[in-house]
C-alpha cells in the first residue's frame, strides 16, 4: 500500500542517516571516554615494546663490539632505529593483536578503508595540502631526518648526558620520542580509522605536544638532533591545525 511504501522509505532514510554523519565526521561519540582510555594503554604498550627493541639492539651491540658500525652507530642500533621510525605502526599492530586499519593512510590520505568517500567528501580549508604531498613529507622528509635526529642521540647522548664515556642508555629522552611515535599511530587509527574528528583532534594534540618535547630533549643532548626534528614538528604543526580546522567545521 502507499502508506507501507512511505513507512519504507522513511525507515530506509533512518537506517542511513548515521552513515551521513560519519560522512562529515558526526557519527561518532567524542566525549566516550573509554576509547581514550584504549588509546592510552595501546601507546603505552607499542612505546615500550619500541623502546624495547632499541635498548635490545644498544645492549647487544655492547656485548658484541665486533659488530660493524654505519656512520659511527653501531649497525644493530641503525636497524632498530630505522625499524621503529619506518615502521611504528608495525608494532601497533602487534600490541592490538591485528592489522592496523590506518597503517596506509600516510601514503594514501585519500583512501580510508570501508568509506572511500569519508575524507573526500569532508570540509576542509583552501590550504588543505594536496594529497600527493602527503608521501613526499613522510618518507622524504620527516622519517629520514628523525633517524639522523635519533642516530645522533644514540651516539652523543650517552657521554653528553652522563659527563663521561660511560655506557648509559638515553632512556628518558628516547622513552618521550617513542612515545610520540606511538600516539601518532593511535591518532592514524582514531581520525581515519574510527572516522572521529574530535577524539582525533584531541589525540594529534597530545602526539603534537610529545613531539616538541622530543625535539626539546634532543636540542639538549645535541643541537643539530633537535635541528633535525624540526621538519617533522612543521608537518604535524599543519596536521593538528587540519584536524582542528576539519573538526570546527563538519559538526553537526
Known sequence: TLQTAKTHHLLKEHVHLPSVQRLRGGGCDDSNPALFFKIGISAILESALMLGV???????????????????????????????????????????????????????????????????????????????????????VSKPTQLCAVSRILKFGVSKLEGDSTATFPI?????????????????????????????????????????????????????AGYYMLPTCGWVAVATALNWNIYSNNKD
Open 54 to 140: 632499541i635498548f635490545a639492539s644498544f645492549k647487544l651491540s655492547e656485548m658484541y663490539p665486533s659488530i660493524p658500525s654505519v656512520f659511527n652507530l653501531p649497525l644493530l642500533e641503525l636497524i632498530s632505529s630505522f625499524a621503529v621510525i619506518f615502521a611504528s605502526s608495525l608494532f601497533g599492530s602487534i600490541v592490538d593483536g591485528g592489522l592496523n586499519v590506518a597503517s596506509n593512510q600516510v601514503l594514501s590520505p585519500d583512501v580510508v578503508p570501508g568509506n572511500p568517500d569519508w575524507y573526500a567528501k569532508l570540509v576542509k580549508p583552501s590550504w588543505n595540502p594536496p594529497g600527493w604531498l602527503f608521501p613526499i613529507m613522510w618518507l622524504i
Open 172 to 224: 628518558g629522552i628516547l622513552a618521550v620520542y617513542c612515545s610520540h611515535l606511538a600516539l601518532g599511530d593511535a591518532w592514524n587509527k582514531v581520525f581515519f580509522g574510527l572516522q572521529c574528528t574530535g577524539r582525533g583532534a584531541a589525540v594529534i594534540t597530545v602526539f603534537f605536544g610529545l613531539l616538541l618535547a622530543s625535539t626539546y630533549l634532543f636540542y639538549t643532548v645535541d643541537n643539530l
